[in-house]
């Protein structure tokens, strides 16, 4: 059962009274994402069409006479707490002695101070409690929404001058270099940007971002995520690797991203690199050409008409760019042979979550078959949820 956003709130405002010993000033929240699709292409300065979900991380935050940061979860019992004069030196070289979790706050926190420029002795000490209901490990982006929600509160009680955009970066910087994981933007620009039953087309490389109305509720449709509990981490392995053959391709090719490659590209590519390379090159260039029809199609057929650019995708992350897993692949297959209207992995891959997009009367349906299927390869429960498309970063 998902609790809900207000109950997460007063989960974060107890913690915070619970260590703490006073009441929080206010508390402030930010969204987890779906990826309707456009995977992995945000790296590659290309499209995405992430929309911000239901879910969200909430911090409760109080300021202290000194100029200390302290954090706290429901995730994880201790307190962490650093001088904001000494987070300069922990990042990125010695952030191996932080606590996972609390690299990402504390890796905000840093990076809001590079890119407002303010010294930190000027600024107010604060206290951060956090508590959410994005799952974690499900590739719906968790960390972003610690991002989210720990830049939307530093940047109102410092007033820091920074738009919603600079805030997505000092988040994905914080993941690059303090957490260490080299993603893409697309999480934390989702997760600022998120609206209500919209999606958020988003230029990669411009950071041009237009709200895609959805219309799901409109057309008697529902988005269901399919938690495989298989988990991932975009620190290690694969992803990094996935990166790096993607800027072997553009070498290859010539440009400085493979937004750059167009699909008319593809043939001359083929003769220019290995095969492995190929497909990964060739994943992208056509995922970015899907994100494209994808938003052609919402605005000029509606939601019901995008289920073959969600099964092209996937199929392109599975056979193309190798990113999928058998779990996934059974959510997906399950999903559309019951009846779904479209089915993809959303996210990083390796693990976590697939999207399926589904007429209201045949959720059940399809959820029972994708449980179904699970049983039958022997592979542990999924656990199945719709999603909302949701309002951005807030205070609450
Ligand atoms: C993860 C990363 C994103 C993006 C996706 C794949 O979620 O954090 O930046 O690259 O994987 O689309």
Excluded: K
Aim: hydrophobic share 45%.
């Amino acid at each position: 059962m998902t609790t809900t956003t207000s109950d997460t709130a007063a989960d974060a405002r107890s913690l915070f009274a619970d260590r703490f010993g006073t009441e929080p000033a206010g508390t402030w929240s930010a969204p987890g994402r779906a990826n309707l699709i456009g995977e992995h292409t945000d790296y590659n300065d290309g499209f995405v069409l992430p929309f911000a979900i239901q879910h969200r991380t909430h911090v409760a935050l109080g300021t202290r006479a000194d100029a200390v940061v302290r954090v706290v979860s429901t995730f994880d019992g201790d307190a962490v707490e650093v001088p904001l004069a000494d987070l300069d030196a922990l990042f990125p070289d010695r952030r191996d002695e932080v606590v996972e979790w609390a690299r990402y706050p504390l890796g905000v926190a840093w990076a809001l101070l590079a890119a407002s420029g303010r010294n930190a002795v000027d600024l107010t000490g604060v206290d951060l409690a956090f508590a959410s209901d994005v799952p974690v490990g499900a590739g719906l982006s968790s960390s972003a929404a610690i991002e989210g929600a720990t830049a939307s509160a530093l940047a109102e009680v410092w007033a820091l001058d920074l738009d919603r955009v600079a805030l997505a970066q000092a988040g994905r910087r914080a993941e690059n270099e303090a957490v260490g994981a080299p993603t893409g933007i697309m999480d934390q620009m989702a997760s600022m940007l998120g609206r209500a039953d919209a999606a958020i087309f988003l230029d990669c490389r411009s950071l041009d971002a237009d709200v895609v109305d959805l219309g799901f509720d409109g057309a008697g449709l529902e988005l269901l995520v399919i938690d495989t509990g298989v988990s991932h981490s975009h620190a290690t392995g694969g992803y990094g690797e996935r990166r790096a053959s993607c800027e072997l391709g553009a070498s290859i090719m010539g440009v400085p991203a493979l937004r750059d490659v167009t699909v008319d590209d593809l043939p001359r590519a083929a003769g220019l690199m290995d095969d492995v390379t190929f497909r990964r090159v060739r994943h992208i260039v056509t995922e970015n050409q899907r994100v494209l029809d994808t938003v052609r199609t919402l605005r000029e057929r509606g939601p019901a008409a995008i289920g073959d650019l969600l099964v092209a995708s996937h199929a392109s992350m599975r056979d193309d760019f190798e990113i999928s897993v058998p779990e996934l692949d059974t959510a997906v297959d399950a999903a559309l042979a019951s009846g779904a209207v479209g089915a993809r992995m959303t996210g990083g891959g390796f693990g976590g979550a697939a999207i399926a997009l589904v007429a209201r009367a045949r959720v059940e349906t399809v959820t029972a078959a994708v449980t179904a299927a699970f049983a039958a390869s022997g592979f542990s429960a999924p656990t199945i949820f719709t999603v909302t498309p949701s309002a951005g970063a807030a205070r609450d």
